[in-house]
């Protein structure tokens, strides 16, 4: 029996239907990895005017560039899979603790200014989703803000992509499968032209595009902090031969010098289920950026036990 992807209705989240909502929550967040919000409080208006700026800023900006490489990247009528490289145009914007967005020209005043206003938006949202995720772990509220907090704060930033079309989708990917090492990832996509897709059971499975949602996806530091209750998924971006896939994603992860580990009280749950229970190490994500710098194609397990190696202890309280 095929299972429909998870669309979270964050009106329901309150007043008489909460129970339900948080109940398809807490299964998205267990099962899957990912989820998809509507009525997430970010408006409409905001969102039509992220994405007209956002493709506009390609098209001026970037689009030559892109076909440059690409008439590189598939040059000589290859016949093979293209494994070490991407069909994505991307640039990075960030936010905390400190805005990089003044230091990029090519970004003009207006653009500028709404996704500044973008990003304090999806700030908010992912705080209010941390809120949510605690309250069914049955940890304290603020426990994961908190726990992302370094000494500057949270880290909190946005890859902004195009997927131009692909003549050889076959041979090259839009994004080649990986996990995201952060945080919580809230991305607003294109919703006319497709290709994200997650690894579920074995199958790769389509995200579906949804006008005005936002996906969510869980990253590596929360299944740390979870212990594995939650984990980050497989995920990747195929392209595709017509259409050009805006996506923004952002990133709201610890802080580089924070210090990551399982939250004890949901360790000593499984404990008490389990005493042969594993647990997840302890480290400072700055220490685990680095190896995912490297490794971020490669499984995520292995990172898992590189961090153990070198790993803090774990307090008990």
């Known amino acids: 029996?095929?299972?429909?992807?998870?669309?979270?209705?964050?009106?329901?989240?309150?007043?008489?239907?909460?129970?339900k909502g948080m109940e398809l929550l807490r299964d998205a967040c267990e099962n899957w990895g990912f989820f998809e919000l509507l009525n997430h409080g970010i408006s409409p208006e905001l969102m039509d005017e992220?994405?007209?700026?956002?493709?506009?800023?390609?098209?001026?900006?970037?689009?030559?560039?892109?076909?440059?490489?690409?008439?590189?990247a598939l040059e000589n009528g290859s016949k093979s899979e293209v494994t070490d490289m991407d069909w994505e145009s991307t640039f990075f914007l960030r936010h905390l603790p400190v805005s990089n967005m003044s230091e990029l020209p090519d970004m003009g005043d207006d653009y500028r200014k709404v996704m500044k206003e973008f990003a304090a938006k999806l700030e908010?949202?992912?705080?209010?989703?941390?809120?949510?995720?605690?309250?069914?772990?049955?940890?304290?509220?603020?426990?994961?803000?908190?726990?992302?907090?370094?000494?500057?704060?949270?880290?909190?930033?946005?890859?902004?992509?195009?997927?131009?079309?692909?003549?050889?989708?076959?041979?090259?990917?839009?994004?080649?499968?990986?996990?995201?090492?952060?945080?919580?990832?809230l991305l607003f996509q294109d919703d006319r032209v497709s290709g994200l897709q997650l690894l579920k059971d074995g199958q790769w499975i389509d995200v579906p595009?949804?006008?005005?949602?936002?996906?969510?996806?869980?990253?590596?530091?929360?299944?740390?902090?979870?212990?594995?209750?939650?984990?980050?998924?497989?995920?990747?971006?195929?392209?595709?031969?017509?259409?050009?896939?805006?996506?923004?994603?952002?990133?709201?992860?610890?802080?580089?010098?924070?210090?990551?580990?399982?939250?004890?009280?949901?360790?000593?749950?499984?404990?008490?289920?389990d005493d042969a229970a594993a647990v997840y190490p302890r480290f400072v994500f700055e220490d685990y950026m680095k190896l995912y710098v490297i490794q971020?194609?490669?499984a995520k397990e292995p990172r898992f036990e590189t961090m153990k190696a070198m790993a803090l202890p774990i307090p008990t309280s």
Not at 5 to 15: A, D, R, S, T
Not at 253 to 259: F, I, K, R
């Open 50 to 72: 992220v994405e007209r700026l956002t493709k506009e800023h390609y098209r001026k900006c970037r689009e030559q560039k892109f076909k440059e490489f690409a008439s590189k």
């Open 296 to 298: 971020k194609f490669q």
């Open 124 to 185: 908010m949202l992912a705080e209010r989703l941390l809120d949510l995720l605690c309250e069914n772990l049955g940890l304290e509220k603020g426990y994961l803000k908190k726990a992302f907090c370094g000494s500057k704060g949270p880290s909190f930033g946005t890859k902004v992509s195009s997927y131009p079309p692909c003549p050889r989708p076959e041979l090259i990917k839009g994004l080649r499968a990986h996990t995201d090492a952060g945080g919580i990832i």
């Open 209 to 273: 595009p949804m006008r005005h949602s936002i996906v969510v996806n869980l990253g590596d530091q929360l299944e740390v902090i979870t212990n594995g209750k939650y984990k980050s998924v497989l995920h990747r971006v195929v392209a595709q031969t017509d259409g050009n896939r805006m996506s923004i994603a952002s990133f709201y992860n610890p802080g580089s010098d924070a210090v990551v580990f399982p939250a004890p009280s949901l360790v000593q749950k499984e404990a008490e289920k």
């Open 1 to 19: 029996m095929e299972c429909s992807f998870p669309v979270i209705n964050m009106e329901k989240l309150q007043g008489g239907e909460r129970d």
